[in-house]
Every structure is written in C-alpha cells, then in structure tokens.
T-cell receptor, first 110, second 113 residues
Framework: QQPVQSPQAVILREGEDAVINCSSSKALYSVHWYRQKHGEAPVFLMI?????EQKGHEKISASFNEKKQQSSLYLTASQLSYSGTYFCGTPSNTGNQFYFGTGTSLTVIP | KAGVTQTPRYLIKTRGQQVTLSCSPI?????VSWYQQTPGQGLQFLFE???????NKGNFPGRFSGRQFSNSRSEMNVSTLELGDSALYLC????????????FGPGTRLTVT
C-alpha cells in the first residue's frame, strides 16, 4: 500500500519549478508531505484533506485529486534550501498504519 | 517548545542481542510513532502509541515491541537482533487534530554486526 512517487530524482537550477507526484493504488483520505535533508529527520510540510490544501510552506503548494488517488507537490522558483528528499505519506484505509511514499530526491544547483 | 529527542543517537550491537531505544515527544503530544528507515525499504511504520496504549501497528515481526509511559515518553525494543535490523529508527510525536502533523526526532542509527 506504499504510495509511489515520481520522479525518483530530479535536478533543478535555482529559480526553476518542479512537480513531484504521489500515487496510490488505494483510496486516499488525506496526504501528508515531508522533506528530509541529508542526515536530518523528516520535516512536515503540509497536509491535504479531501481535495483542498490545508497548509502552505514558503513557495511550496500541493493538490490532491481523490478520484485519481493522486497528490502533487509544486515547488516554484526553487532555492538551494529546497534540496532534499520529499516524501508523501498517507494513513491506511483502516487508519491503523501510516505509509510513506517511495521518496523523490530533489537537488537544486546554483 | 523543545523538540523530539531520541537516545542514544548511535548504537552498535551484535546479532542475537537486544536493544532499547528511547523517545521523548514534544510536551503535550500524546501520540508517538516509530519508523524504520533503510535505503532499500524507505520509511516504514512500526507502531503508534497513544496514552500508553499501542493504537496502531505495522507489519514487523514480534521481535519489535514498544511501550509508552504516563509522561508520553516511549521506548522501542528489538530482541534477537538480525543484520537486517540495521537502520535509522525515527520516532515522531503528534498533537493530533487538526493537522496531524508529525514532528520527528533526529533518530537512532542502529548497526548490527
């Protein structure tokens, strides 16, 4: 039930935009997004509930399409500080587990 | 507010031994979850404790267990260690509704030799 993320890795130049996708084979009730920098713990970015953005962070926003069982994370005008691995996460259908996605490594270069 | 703390930060154990990891959540948070992170499997959910009760459990063998104390501090125990248990073990605390966001500790790096 682990969500699948795409792309697996992306390299951007400062100022460029990126989209990270998260797809699930099961119904999604909420989607969380986290960023983990190398050697650090994951940091919560936002949660999306039933199609609406719950919270934004810097120039990062996200969408949630319940019908397609997908969520996308949008990073605009990327900064060097955006580098890291991005994970989506979602509770299981029964709510008794939490599944993180496969992860997307994002590298922003000058 | 102080963040989530985990001790120890690094551990080296031998196959067959057991290990106990500790996690202190953010003050006021009653939910503590544990995750195993490895390069091959990514972030995998171990279990969640809420008010001293295991509320949810992932797909890990019974060698992995945990508990939570009345002050919300949590411990995770792994018995009969195997080489494959080498991983970064992360705990996360959550305040629950409305955002359910999880705050992660720095993790404990366990190496089994």
């Amino acid at each position: 039930q682990q969500p699948v993320q795409s792309p697996q890795a992306v390299i951007l130049r400062e100022g460029e935009d990126a989209v990270i996708n998260c797809s699930s084979s099961k119904a999604l009730y909420s989607v969380h997004w986290y960023r983990q920098k190398h050697g650090e713990a994951p940091v919560f970015l936002m949660i999306l509930l039933k199609g609406g953005e719950q919270k934004g962070h810097e120039k990062i926003s996200a969408s949630f399409n319940e019908k397609k069982q997908q969520s996308s994370l949008y990073l605009t005008a990327s900064q060097l500080s955006y580098s890291g691995t991005y994970f989506c996460g979602t509770p299981s259908n029964t709510g008794n587990q939490f599944y993180f996605g496969t992860g997307t490594s994002l590298t922003v270069i000058p | 507010k102080a963040g989530v703390t985990q001790t120890p930060r690094y551990l080296i154990k031998t196959r067959g031994q057991q290990v106990t990891l500790s996690c202190s959540p953010i003050s006021g948070h009653r939910s503590v979850s544990w995750y195993q992170q490895t390069p091959g499997q990514g972030l995998q959910f171990l279990f969640e404790y809420f008010s001293e009760t295991q509320r949810n459990k992932g797909n890990f063998p019974g060698r992995f267990s945990g508990r939570q104390f009345s002050n919300s501090r949590s411990e995770m125990n792994v018995s009969t260690l195997e080489l494959g248990d080498s991983a970064l073990y992360l705990c996360a605390s959550s305040g629950g509704f409305p955002t359910y966001e999880q705050y992660f500790g720095p993790g404990t790096r366990l190496t089994v030799t």
